[in-house]
């Protein structure tokens, strides 16, 4: 049905509602005129007159009367859907998808995922952990938490966060090999490579304002982050990971940080990828602010 049969209809409601022209143009704010040619033009369409109008009246024949019955369930179905939709975009509710990448994901996201829900019980999060690029909306993602420049310009991003990777090594390798007083001594030490790193094979570092680079020579290149952070930890040698990845070995001493002060010269965002759209749903929008707000106090 066109946009201007339903008129149509909603206009024969009304009339049939109030028995008056005048009372159904108050009620749908429409010039009397407007709602008199809408009737006419049902009354054409379907081949038999729904309304007896008088000057002083207006009655519904008989097929007036078992039309507006039928019709009316599904004006009231209608109204209801409507009020129900309304409560999607007032309150957060119903599912959300979401696609994470696997170190990210788990290190950094996965831990506020508990106290979201328990915030929002009426919503129901689908987590996707991957590393490969989705396709929003193809794949009916409702948000993407992606990394480093967003190419994509029709997409809605906010930025979440932003983090320089920094040096680490396991108290057991310093002491074995000694610590690195400059970044010139790197190049004697097992130094770890993330082979999907920007700037692989080398690390290019900054250190107020003055920035040196150096070229990786370890015993291990991986394009897992994992891996590289897992060789560190046993001691094999020093890697440059992300400082939330770090932070809790620091605490039970089986990391140090190296060369503190130095980090890497890439500033890596971390961003809420959203379809494009003027309207984000509810339970969209507390999710983005909701891990913002949470990544800011890290």
Do not use: C
Request: hydrophobic residues 45%.
């Amino acid at each position: 049905m066109s946009f201007e049969g339903f008129d149509d209809l909603l206009a024969f409601a009304a009339v049939a509602t109030t028995g008056s022209f005048r009372a159904a143009a108050e009620q749908l704010a429409r010039d009397p005129s407007v709602i008199s040619r809408r009737l006419t033009q049902l009354e054409h369409r379907l081949g038999v007159r729904l309304l007896v109008r008088t000057t002083r009246s207006v009655t519904l024949t008989e097929a007036g009367t078992f039309y507006f019955r039928r019709i009316g369930s599904v004006l009231d179905e209608l109204d209801m859907a409507t009020r129900e939709v309304g409560g999607f975009a007032a309150s957060p509710q119903g599912i959300l998808k979401i696609s994470l990448p696997v170190t990210i994901g788990r290190e950094l996201i996965a831990p506020l995922l508990p106290d979201f829900l328990l915030k929002y019980p009426n919503i129901h999060l689908d987590a996707h952990f991957l590393d490969r690029t989705v396709d929003i909306v193809r794949e009916g993602f409702d948000v993407v938490i992606r990394t480093g420049t967003i190419r994509d310009s029709s997409l809605i991003a906010r930025r979440l966060t932003a983090f320089r990777s920094i040096l680490v090594a396991a108290p057991t390798y310093l002491d074995k090999w000694g610590t690195p007083e400059n970044v010139e001594d790197l190049q004697r030490h097992a130094t770890l490579g993330f082979t999907t790193h920007a700037d692989w094979p080398l690390w290019i570092l900054e250190k107020d304002g003055e920035e040196k680079s150096i070229k990786l020579n370890g015993p291990l290149s991986a394009n897992s982050l994992e891996a590289i952070f897992e060789a560190a930890v046993k001691g094999v040698g020093v890697a440059m990971v992300p400082p939330w990845m770090a932070m809790p070995f620091f605490k039970n001493g089986l990391l140090s940080e190296v060369l503190p002060g130095w980090r890497s010269i890439r500033n890596i965002g971390i961003h809420a990828v959203m379809p494009p759209g003027a309207l984000i749903p509810a339970k969209t929008r507390v999710f983005v602010d909701e891990i913002a707000a949470s990544l800011q106090t890290k």
